[in-house]
C-alpha cells in the first residue's frame, strides 16, 4: 500500500517552470541529473477527468461564441497599445476597427489552440499512465513483492493467482484513491460541473 501511495502521486509534477524558464534555451536541455518528471498514476486519472470537462466547456465555448472564456489576451490592443506613449483621440479613432478585429481574430486563433491543446493532453495523458499501469501489473507486481518472498514449493499456477490477486487489490486501491479525489474536486466546483451538464443535455 505505501508503494501505490508513492506510484499514485508525484508532488513534483505540479512545480511548473515559469515562462522565462520555459523561454530560457539552457532549461531546455535536459542534465545528466536532471530525471523525466510525469504525473503520478492517481493524479493523471483526475487530471485526464479535469480535461475532460475543460474540453467539454471549450467546445461548449466554441461552438457558441468562437472563443474561449479563459482566454483573456487582447492582440490588437496590445499591439497598438505597446507602441505609442502619449494619448491622441483621432489616433485611437483611426485604429480603433483594425484594433478590435485583431482582438476578435487573434482571440478565435487562440482558443482553437487551446482547445486542440487540451485534447493533446488527454490523449498524452492516456499513453503514459497506459504504460505505468501495464508495467505496474505486469512488472512491478511480481518483481517487487512476488518474487522474493518464492520458493521451489510454489507452482506456476500459485505464482499467476498471486500476481491476480495483487492486481485486484491495485485496482481497488487505485478506484478509491481515484474517487475520493474526484468527489472532492466535484464538491469544490458544484457550480462548474453544473453549467457543463446543462451545455451537454442542451447538446
Not at 496590445?78 to 507602441?83: A, E, K, T
Not at 492516456?126 to 512476488?146: G, H, R, S, W
Request: net charge neutral.
Amino acid at each position: 500500500m505505501e508503494y501505490l501511495g508513492t506510484w499514485s502521486k508525484n508532488p513534483a509534477a505540479y512545480f511548473k517552470k515559469t515562462f522565462a524558464q520555459l523561454d530560457d534555451e539552457k532549461s531546455l536541455k535536459k542534465t545528466d541529473e536532471e530525471e523525466e518528471i510525469e504525473v503520478g498514476f492517481v493524479d493523471g486519472l483526475f487530471e485526464m477527468y479535469k480535461l475532460r470537462c475543460d474540453i467539454a466547456k471549450a467546445r461548449a465555448e466554441l461552438l457558441a461564441d468562437s472563443a474561449m472564456t479563459t482566454y483573456h489576451h487582447k492582440f490588437g490592443t496590445y499591439i497598438f497599445g505597446n507602441h505609442i506613449d502619449y494619448r491622441s483621440s483621432w489616433i485611437e479613432s483611426l485604429i480603433e476597427p483594425k484594433r478590435l478585429e485583431l482582438d476578435r481574430i487573434k482571440k478565435r486563433e487562440a482558443s482553437l489552440i487551446a482547445y486542440e491543446f487540451l485534447i493533446l493532453q488527454h490523449a498524452t495523458l492516456k499513453c503514459i499512465l497506459e504504460k505505468k499501469y501495464d508495467e505496474l501489473i505486469n512488472v512491478t507486481i511480481y518483481d517487487k513483492f512476488i518474487a522474493p518472498k518464492l520458493t521451489r514449493r510454489h507452482s506456476q499456477y500459485a505464482i499467476v493467482a498471486l500476481t491476480r490477486s495483487g492486481a485486484v487489490l491495485a485496482n481497488q486501491e487505485i478506484l478509491l484513491a481515484f474517487t475520493y479525489r474526484k468527489n472532492n474536486w466535484i464538491k469544490r466546483n458544484i457550480p462548474y460541473i453544473t453549467v457543463l451538464l446543462t451545455r451537454e443535455n442542451a447538446e
